[in-house]
């Protein structure tokens, strides 16, 4: 299974969206089976409605209508109606199958400044089936709050991350893997970003850092 996962830096106040979308094409025409960016890869500072929401994911589906194919293009703030969520979209087949919402941590910042609530978690466990695999998804604090160990284990646990401090493959099968793509940005040093793949033991696959493509395959 190829994988490609997109690392640059990314921030609650706004990222080079443009950047994420490029390289999820250019991801597809390696035939990349699975492709992921950090949390926040879509935002653009502010919480879409469901129409400016629904032209950015249009992008991402151009071109590449492979069998499958699994697309976690990272994160954005949605909002409906007074309240705003933070949202990672899940393609399979080049179909939006589901939205994975994040549990509350930052977002009530840009939630208040917006004059909207924002609702956390919901909806969903994280885990759905993808090519004869049980795949697990987590949003930043997910991770640190055993969202998913909670809900049994994966073949592949993914973090969509922006900036977690250890995170644990902690949902995974003997022979899983466990995916991390981190758009990390530190006020004092700059961009921390990074992406890596790990064994079910912890061990460290492939590995990236600053802005790029990490590129890697699994059985």
């Not at 910042?109 to 969903?124: P, Q, R, T, V």
């Not at 949902?171 to 990390?184: D, E, K, P, Q, W």
Request: with cysteine.
């Amino acid at each position: 299974m190829k994988l490609g996962l997109i690392y640059n830096q990314t921030s609650i106040t706004g990222s080079d969206v443009d950047f994420f979308v490029d390289r999820i094409l250019k991801l597809k025409k390696w035939n990349a089976e699975v492709i992921v960016c950090p949390e926040f890869a879509l935002n653009a500072g502010y919480p879409y409605g469901e129409e400016e929401a629904r032209a950015v994911l249009s992008r991402i589906e151009k071109g590449g209508n492979m069998r499958n194919r699994l697309i976690l293009p990272g994160t954005y703030l949605l909002k409906k109606g007074n309240y705003m969520f933070n949202v990672l979209p899940v393609f399979i087949n080049n179909k939006l199958i589901f939205y994975h919402k994040k549990t509350k941590n930052d977002e009530g910042i840009i939630a208040k400044k917006n004059k909207l609530e924002y609702i956390s978690g919901g909806g969903d466990d994280g885990k759905f089936m993808f090519n004869k695999r049980v795949v697990g998804v987590e949003i930043c604090r997910d991770n640190a709050m055993g969202k998913l160990k909670d809900n049994g284990q994966v073949n592949l646990q993914i973090l969509v991350d922006c900036g977690s401090q250890y995170p644990k493959a902690n949902a995974l099968v003997s022979g899983g893997y466990f995916l991390i793509c981190s758009g990390f940005n530190d006020n004092q040093f700059g961009n921390k970003a990074y992406a890596e793949v790990l064994d079910s033991r912890g061990k460290s696959l492939a590995y990236a850092r600053g802005r790029g493509i990490l590129k890697y395959e699994i059985k």
